[in-house]
């Protein structure tokens, strides 16, 4: 669809108000928002870090890119929620310890919002301590860890191992984010791997309900 192309386009060139008119133009022709986020969006911040690796673009370009799909995506996300349905699980999501990026979390707390659950977002560069303080505050069902930096991913060890020797060892731990794998999860002992947003739907659930 060329309008989606044309997304993919004004988030690659950080042109906020292109990206946020295409948005608003999709939605206007009722195209499906799931396809708008994955099909438009996510492909133009995925050349953005080709770019970005190849040292064609810098980080104040990769700040305007994400400027432009965060303020995209801001018009997605009602639409995306609006299900009415009354939170019977409750989650708290959070980016690790020592990582800024939070597009990818954002996303899947939105996603999870719109499947029904009780989200408590607990922002990026989230300690191992606030993640589990969170939990016993909430009595969450689930917790979410992304990481986008290898540096990082460390952290997610490190919070999972405090869960699981904490009063709280059962809550339900899903991690992602681009440089996670099944076999890091598995490694690190977190019950569920998630490569996208749509998936972070699927596998929650299951895990959620697996454990009711
Ligand atoms: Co940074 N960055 N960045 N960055 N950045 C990456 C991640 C990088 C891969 C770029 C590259 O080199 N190609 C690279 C990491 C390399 C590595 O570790 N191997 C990198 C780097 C190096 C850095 C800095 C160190 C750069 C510097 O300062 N020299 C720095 C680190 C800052 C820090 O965190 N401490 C940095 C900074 C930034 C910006 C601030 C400029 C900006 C972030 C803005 C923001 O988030 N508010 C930024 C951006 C935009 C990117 C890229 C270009 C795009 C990330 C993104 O938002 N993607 C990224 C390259 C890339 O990934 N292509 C890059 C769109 C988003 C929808 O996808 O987040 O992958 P993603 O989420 C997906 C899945 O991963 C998954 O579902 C989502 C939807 O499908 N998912 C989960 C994510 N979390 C999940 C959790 C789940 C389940 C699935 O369960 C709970």
Request: glycine fraction near 8%; avoid cysteine; aromatic fraction near 4%.
């Given at each position: 669809m060329p309008l989606l192309n044309?997304?993919?386009?004004?988030?690659?060139?950080?042109?906020?108000?292109?990206?946020?008119?295409?948005?608003?133009?999709l939605?206007?022709?009722?195209t499906?928002?799931?396809a708008?986020?994955?099909q438009?969006?996510?492909?133009?911040?995925?050349?953005?870090?080709?770019?970005?690796?190849?040292?064609?673009?810098?980080?104040?370009?990769?700040?305007?890119?994400?400027?432009?799909?965060?303020?995209?995506?801001?018009?997605?996300?009602?639409?995306?929620?609006?299900?009415?349905?009354?939170?019977?699980?409750?989650?708290?999501?959070?980016?690790?310890?020592?990582?800024?990026?939070?597009?990818?979390?954002?996303?899947?707390?939105?996603?999870?919002?719109?499947?029904?659950?009780?989200?408590?977002?607990?922002?990026?560069?989230?300690?191992?301590?606030?993640?589990?303080?969170?939990?016993?505050?909430?009595?969450?069902?689930?917790?979410?860890?992304?990481?986008?930096?290898?540096?990082?991913?460390?952290?997610?060890?490190?919070?999972?191992?405090?869960?699981?020797?904490?009063?709280?060892?059962?809550?339900?731990?899903?991690?992602?984010?681009?440089?996670?794998?099944?076999?890091?999860?598995?490694?690190?002992?977190?019950?569920?791997?998630?490569?996208?947003?749509?998936?972070?739907?699927?596998?929650?659930?299951?895990?959620?309900?697996?454990?009711?």
């Amino acid at each position: 669809m060329p309008l989606l192309n044309e997304l993919s386009t004004a988030i690659i060139d950080g042109k906020k108000n292109d990206a946020v008119r295409i948005t608003q133009a999709l939605l206007d022709a009722k195209t499906d928002p799931s396809a708008i986020v994955e099909q438009g969006m996510i492909p133009g911040m995925a050349v953005v870090g080709e770019r970005f690796k190849n040292n064609e673009i810098f980080v104040p370009e990769m700040l305007i890119a994400a400027r432009a799909m965060k303020e995209s995506l801001k018009l997605v996300e009602p639409i995306l929620i609006s299900s009415g349905i009354k939170p019977k699980y409750t989650s708290i999501i959070g980016t690790v310890q020592g990582d800024l990026h939070d597009i990818g979390k954002n996303l899947i707390a939105t996603m999870w919002k719109g499947a029904g659950f009780n989200v408590v977002d607990l922002g990026t560069n989230v300690s191992p301590e606030k993640y589990l303080a969170a939990a016993r505050e909430h009595n969450a069902n689930i917790i979410g860890l992304s990481a986008l930096l290898t540096t990082t991913m460390p952290a997610m060890r490190t919070t999972v191992d405090l869960l699981r020797k904490s009063d709280m060892p059962h809550v339900k731990i899903l991690i992602g984010g681009a440089p996670i794998t099944q076999a890091f999860a598995d490694e690190i002992g977190a019950d569920g791997y998630a490569a996208d947003a749509g998936t972070a739907v699927d596998v929650a659930k299951r895990l959620v309900s697996a454990a009711a």
